[in-house]
T-cell receptor, first 115, second 110 residues
Framework: GAVVSQHPSRVICKSGTSVKIECRSL??????MFWYRQFPKQSLMLMAT?????????EQGVEKDKFLINHASLTLSTLTVTSAHPEDSSFYIC???????????FGPGTRLLVL | AQRVTQPEKLLSVFKGAPVELKCNYS??????LFWYVQYSRQRLQLLLR??SRESIKGFTADLNKGETSFHLKKPFAQEEDSAMYYC????????????FGPGTRLSVLP
């Protein structure tokens, strides 16, 4: 079946550094990918919609200059957390839409810990 | 604004008992409703969606527009059903405004 991968699966970084998370659709083309954030014991929160070849659409309250999204190809979207701070520590999940199958597939998530 | 509520954070049932995971939504238009499941240490998976009217792993869900509900049901729970279940709403057919509920953890006891 369709698979979405994320890299890295886990990252620890120092406060002030930037971290890039990759989301790839492995056997289908995804013109649309989504980035979610999951806080402990809370639901997934949609951060932004990533559209191939155009600017991402951010949800209200999400800083676009802090969470940079690039959807450079039909199989890759990247989320860069710039100048990370401890409060950015979270679980980030991406999903990709296979429009032919009208199905959304989730990546395994990336756990970010900012010290 | 779209909103999805799941009133139960935790639901425990015995094996073989019926289970119902509640989901209510608020949306002024015609939404698409989904149930996603996350087993321990695994990724989120689509369980079912109302437009397909499928029964997956014995689970069914009926969209009740009058009550704005999309409850997930299974007549006989199995231990392997223990997982986190998320109800979700899409107002734009996988476009924007994709909203998840807070999730219900189902624990099926032996």
């Amino acid at each position: 079946g369709a698979v979405v991968s994320q890299h890295p699966s886990r990252v620890i970084c120092k406060s002030g550094t930037s971290v890039k998370i990759e989301c790839r659709s492995l056997d289908f083309q995804a013109t649309t990918m989504f980035w979610y954030r999951q806080f402990p014991k809370q639901s997934l929160m949609l951060m932004a919609t990533s559209n191939e070849g155009s600017k991402a659409t951010y949800e209200q309250g999400v800083e676009k200059d802090k969470f940079l999204i690039n959807h450079a190809s039909l199989t890759l979207s990247t989320l860069t957390v710039t100048s990370a701070h401890p409060e950015d520590s979270s679980f980030y999940i991406c999903s990709a839409v296979d429009r032919l199958k009208e199905t959304q597939y989730f990546g395994p998530g990336t756990r970010l810990l900012v010290l | 604004a779209q909103r999805v509520t799941q009133p139960e954070k935790l639901l425990s049932v015995f094996k073989g008992a019926p289970v119902e995971l509640k989901c209510n939504y608020s949306y002024s238009g015609s939404p698409e409703l989904f149930w996603y499941v996350q087993y321990s240490r695994q990724r989120l998976q689509l369980l079912l969606r109302h437009i397909s009217r499928e029964s997956i792993k014995g689970f069914t869900a009926d969209l009740n527009k009058g009550e704005t509900s999309f409850h997930l049901k299974k007549p006989f729970a199995q231990e392997e059903d223990s997982a986190m279940y998320y109800c979700a709403l899409s107002a734009d057919n996988y476009g924007q405004n994709f909203v998840f509920g807070p999730g219900t953890r189902l624990s099926v006891l032996p």
